[in-house]
């Protein structure tokens, strides 16, 4: 049996200082994760239960370690935001994974941003739609080099920031996070089976905003690097 159409590629993201590639299953990201953020929306800062939606796998693009890459500005959107954000990758699913064990299913963590037509995600919100049109555009997910938590541990703590253009947007710490990555894990795990090569946005702090075509992003997460890019 064949299939009737050529397959579609894998996508995968590079892990750092190696020829390796980590397949991509499925893509979660945490919605308000930190506190000044939430407010920053129009949110409540409190640990009520997190949410989540989805990107395509597809929606990521590799920004390999050390480069400058170009980044399209989207159609249909005036208001097009950045949210730097760490991005975390599991090597070992399940269900109802205790928080306890939960940083045993992680593989690796890398920079990444979480792309955003604002304007239709706004549009989405006071519509009651699902904010796909939103967040789940193509290339909406830039992401860096995977680094192996055997070799950089499971970060709780550190810089994370964004400049554009060299001016400080965005510029918290890990340890400001509402949800950590294990209670992220073990919530998701609750609702979903996760599996091998899924791939978790863990939330943006305060400072997001806009970028126009000409400019350049820089997301940075302490330990891991920084990823460049340009918008054209």
Avoid at 28 to 55: L, Q, S
Avoid at 119 to 134: S, T, Y
Wanted: glycine content about 10%; hydrophobic content about 40%; charged content about 20%.
């Amino acid at each position: 049996m064949a299939y009737v159409i050529p397959t579609p590629p894998v996508a995968a993201l590079p892990i750092a200082g190696s020829g390796d590639l980590f397949p991509v299953r499925r893509v979660y990201c945490v919605g308000r994760n930190y506190a000044a953020h939430a407010r920053e929306m129009g949110g409540d800062p409190t640990r009520e239960p997190p949410f989540f939606f989805m990107k395509p796998a597809d929606a990521l693009q590799v920004v390999p370690e050390g480069q400058a890459v170009d980044h399209r500005y989207p159609p249909k959107t005036q208001n097009y935001h950045f949210e730097v954000e760490l991005v975390v990758v599991l090597a070992k699913g399940g269900r109802d994974i205790p928080v306890s064990e939960a940083l045993d299913h992680v593989f690796g963590y890398a920079v990444g941003l979480d792309m955003t037509r604002r304007d239709l995600q706004d549009e989405a919100k006071q519509l009651r739609r699902p904010w796909e049109l939103g967040k789940a555009g193509d290339f909406s997910g830039p992401v860096g080099p995977i680094h192996p938590a055997t070799e950089v541990g499971h970060p709780a703590k550190g810089a994370i920031s964004l400049t554009v253009d060299g001016t400080v947007k965005q510029k918290a710490d890990l340890s400001d996070m509402v949800w950590s990555v294990a209670e992220q894990i073990a919530y998701l795990s609750s609702y979903f089976e996760l599996a091998p090569g899924d791939v978790i946005f863990a939330g943006t702090p305060e400072g997001v905003g806009a970028v126009t075509q000409g400019q350049t992003m820089v997301g940075a997460i302490e330990g891991l690097g920084e990823i460049r890019l340009r918008v054209v």
